[in-house]
């Protein structure tokens, strides 16, 4: 039986468990990546796990988020994750180098390779023929030691890409589509995977821009085939070396088949609040637009920057209008900078913002007041943008250029004429300059780890309890994210800072949460988070379950939970439990008290557990779903405590 590109590359990493859709397995490890914003907690317990030196092929620490430096917290951050780069064998990519995802496309990935980052868009290097999956730091701590990642073994669901974009369609706007087709729920299972005559049609960055994206629909991954095209990038990259091809063989089977036809595509936008709110640019033309942003991990490539570049190129944007653009990485900015198309950038109106991920998180250049913001990120979460009343719509770099010239959402192939579609040529030779990744130290015993005030110990939780008395603590809607539940911008700073971060914790949602919780943990109550559908969409930040732990919560009752925040709950002894029958939501209220006994029993007998309000008698049966491996780190009390229990690594 032929094979699919997903099952070659994960079955020759495979090191525990079988190849079965839908059983449990842990593959092999190759890069690993960490972004500054998770990636010190990812060190600290690296730290406290107690391993002396990484044992991945290639790993990677990235400094891309927290780049405001508005005090010393950040720059803390950045001097510690330097010093324990240097200790225990990982490269370290300056601030100002660029963001995570593009610099690692451009100078480490490498097909047939698999890659875990503590960041929920390391997807992005599908594009270059990976398996690339995001994760908790913890998990990414236990990769980096050699350590197996665990995960389900995947549906493969193949998008079969026919025809060719027209001028003005743009890779963002086939994504956008699929995220029409699929949503943002439901797809934990799957991995994606391209193929059809319209790959070769596509560059790296092109197909990279895709995968990324590919987080927003909550699959694990998703993977492009390794062609000539990927030989060609890697070639102008001055990597060659690294090339390998990667096809499905023809007998491949999938789960699901999807096709897209390229040269039917209108071009789309994501409107508030959600990536999934997909709606064609002709339905929303005429929207007055206040801000445009170009930038963050899923467009701001050399190729979307000389697009962006050209579109501008003897024009003015509206005077109503804010363009802000922010290169991917130094490498780009370089290039753009030696062509001339900066100038170009520069001279129509635009503000250059710094290589990083900045207003993609919230970081800078928040909008005004019930602004309408046009960006070509890949979240819109309310409030992401730093300002509530915003409406941030998601959008290629075409439909960005036109709206920032026009003053108002319009579709740019109206907008342009088709025959001034610039043809962007991927270049023969990249600029290669690698003097902002730092080389770790060879002799590590003479590196000495800086740990500021604001790096704090990573807190510890204690063994799951037999009998949980408990109290609702918040109640939540569908689709929670974790910038619901953790937000970022400018609480961002106090990633490093547990106790501090804690006070945060559903900020928007409601402001005593925290406090509240504290009080029940000072007496003894266990809290609980009840919640709707599809908890915990988004970013990988396991401080929604640090933070959350922290402040005594116990266990989340939901109706339904996305893969990486749960697997974060348990990392960290919380236990995810999903109502037996989703009707029991509505009857569960803010405040009230529920018994669960006989709780490490049930989990490591049968899985289920019932609740009793104490109010009334009334029961509800929960689901507890959790592997072996699962189950253990749940009594414990989360991973670290079972290591130690184990005295194993
Ligand atoms: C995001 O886009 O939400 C982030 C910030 O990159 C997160 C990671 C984080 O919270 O630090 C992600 O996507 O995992
Ligand atoms: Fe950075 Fe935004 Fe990409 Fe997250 S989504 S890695 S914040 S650019």
């Not at 480490?108 to 290097?125: A, E, N, V, W, Y």
């Not at 270059?128 to 389900?152: H, R």
């Not at 001028?167 to 589509?177: F, M, Y």
Request: hydrophobic share 40%.
């Amino acid at each position: 039986m032929g094979k699919n590109i997903v099952q070659k590359i994960l079955d020759s990493h495979i090191v525990s468990g079988a190849p079965e859709t839908g059983s449990a397995v842990g593959i092999r490890i190759d890069q690993t990546l960490t972004q500054d914003a998770t990636g010190t907690m990812a060190y600290l317990q690296f730290e406290a796990l107690g391993f002396d030196r990484v044992k991945t092929e290639l790993s990677v620490s990235y400094v891309d988020h927290n780049t405001i430096q508005e005090g010393f917290e950040n720059a803390d951050d950045h001097k510690y994750l330097e010093t324990v780069a240097a200790k225990y064998g990982i490269l370290f990519s300056k601030p100002g180098n660029g963001i995570c995802h593009q610099v690692h496309l451009e100078r480490f990935g490498k097909p047939g390779k698999t890659l875990l980052g503590s960041d929920s868009h390391t997807p992005t290097g599908g594009g270059i023929g990976m398996i690339a999956i995001g994760a908790g730091g913890l998990d990414v701590a236990v990769a980096m030691g050699g350590g197996p990642f665990y995960l389900t073994y995947p549906r493969v669901v193949k998008v079969e890409l026919t025809g060719a974009l027209r001028p003005w369609v743009s890779a963002k706007d086939v994504i956008l589509a699929l995220l029409e087709i699929l949503g943002t729920k439901g797809n934990s299972d799957s991995m994606v995977e391209y193929g059809g005559p319209a790959v070769e049609t596509l560059s790296v960055p092109e197909r990279a821009t895709i995968t990324n994206m590919g987080a927003e629909l909550g699959v694990i991954t998703s993977v492009f085939p390794s062609d000539e095209k990927t030989r060609q990038f890697l070639k102008a990259q001055g990597r060659e070396g690294d090339y390998a091809p990667l096809s499905a063989d023809a007998a491949a089977s999938y789960d699901r088949v999807i096709t897209i036809d390229l040269s039917t595509l209108e071009p789309r936008a994501s409107c508030p609040h959600s990536p999934g709110n997909v709606k064609k640019l002709s339905e929303l033309k005429g929207t007055k637009v206040d801000q445009v942003l170009i930038g963050s991990c899923t467009n701001a490539s050399y190729r979307d920057m000389m697009l962006t570049a050209a579109a501008l190129r003897g024009k003015k944007v509206s005077s109503g209008v804010s363009l802000g653009v922010a290169p991917g990485s130094r490498q780009v900015l370089e290039m753009i900078g030696r062509n001339g198309a900066l100038a170009d950038i520069v001279s129509a109106g635009a503000r250059i913002l710094e290589t990083a991920c900045g207003f993609c998180i919230g970081n800078s250049v928040a909008p005004r007041t019930d602004a309408v913001s046009v960006r070509t990120s890949n979240r819109n979460f309310f409030g992401r943008s730093g300002t509530s009343s915003a409406q941030v719509f998601l959008a290629s770099p075409e439909a960005a250029v036109a709206a920032a010239l026009s003053g108002e959402i319009c579709d740019p192939v109206d907008y342009f004429k088709a025959a001034d579609y610039p043809r962007i040529d991927a270049p023969e030779e990249f600029i290669i300059d690698d003097t902002m990744i730092l080389a770790p130290a060879s002799d590590s015993s003479q590196v000495k780890i800086f740990r500021g005030p604001n790096i704090g110990d990573p807190p510890s939780n204690e063994a799951c309890p037999d009998v949980i008395n408990g109290n609702v603590s918040i109640k939540v809607g569908d689709k929670i994210t974790t910038d619901h539940i953790m937000p970022a911008g400018s609480r961002l700073k106090y990633r490093s800072n547990i106790q501090k971060y804690a006070e945060f914790v559903f900020e928007r949602e409601d402001p005593q949460f925290s406090k509240r919780a504290l009080d029940n943990k000072g007496r003894g109550v266990h809290n609980i988070i009840v919640a709707g559908e599809s908890y915990g969409q988004g970013s990988s930040r396991e401080h929604a379950a640090i933070c959350p732990m922290y402040l005594g919560v116990k266990m989340v009752i939901a109706i339904s939970m996305e893969r990486i925040h749960r697997a974060n709950l348990v990392n960290f002894g919380i236990i995810p439990a999903t109502f037996e029958n989703p009707g029991d939501y509505a009857l569960i209220n803010i405040d009230d008290e529920l018994l669960i006994s006989g709780v490490r029993n049930h989990i490591y007998k049968d899985n289920g557990l019932t609740a009793v309000r104490k109010s009334d008698g009334l029961s509800i049966r929960l689901k507890i779903e959790l592997t072996e491996r699962e189950k253990g780190m749940i009594l414990a009390g989360g991973l670290i405590n079972q290591c130690r229990m184990d005295g194993s690594k």
